[in-house]
């Protein structure tokens, strides 16, 4: 069964239709330029809504081991997702003791992480376009083609671009073990709908 990350939760709401819906993987984003941005108290308060349910990913861009822990104290995590070097992948997962997904942007099979990475999984999607202001969750199209070359050792999800109209068919495409979905279940930047999030596990799942 395909699995489902559904990141950038930010209210009550989101919340709940994550955790109905059966997603795997329910994602709090800790980086203040995004309109997905929560503070670890904020997430602490949403985690706190259900004991159990889905796992909780904490996304980071470039941390130092300060500014995870500094999380880590307020909220309990069970996986982190960072836009990091390999080589602070690694570290990550030496000082935290928990697995480290790292987000890859790939434009060619030149991006593909090497076998011998420490990452414990990847979220691969295409790289930022010009201008971006974020390295990520952009809502870009990944390259569908050339990922089903894409073979890691490792688990992987496929985001950028998803939406419940068109995620069946990216799983199609390109064999992904699982699917991220931010800006495509949402009704505004930020503001996501219980609808589409329960549409989207749906479609994935179909």
Known sequence: ??????????????????AEAGAEYL???FFPPSPRYVTPAEAAIL??????GPLRVG????????????VLQTISL????????????????DRFGRPVWRQLGVASAAD????????????????????????????VRADWALLATFRPAKPWLLAGGLNPGNVAEAIARTGAPGVDVSSG??????????????????????
């Open 47 to 52: 985690s706190a809504r259900q004991a159990g």
């Open 78 to 93: 069970d996986i982190l997702q960072v836009h990091a070097a390999p080589a602070t992948v690694a570290a990550l997962r």
């Open 27 to 29: 994602g709090f984003v």
């Open 59 to 70: 996304l980071f861009v470039n941390p130092g081991f300060d500014e995870i822990d500094a």
């Open 112 to 139: 593909f992480p090497a076998a011998d990475e420490r990452a414990d999984g990847y979220v691969v999607e295409a790289k930022p376009p010009p201008g971006a202001t974020r390295p990520g969750g952009n809502a």
């Open 1 to 18: 069964m395909t699995k489902v990350k559904i990141c950038g939760v930010n209210s009550p709401a989101a919340f709940d239709a994550v």
């Open 185 to 206: 279940v949402e009704t505004a930047p930020g503001v996501k709908s219980p609808e589409l999030i329960r549409a989207f596990v749906r479609a994935a799942r179909g």
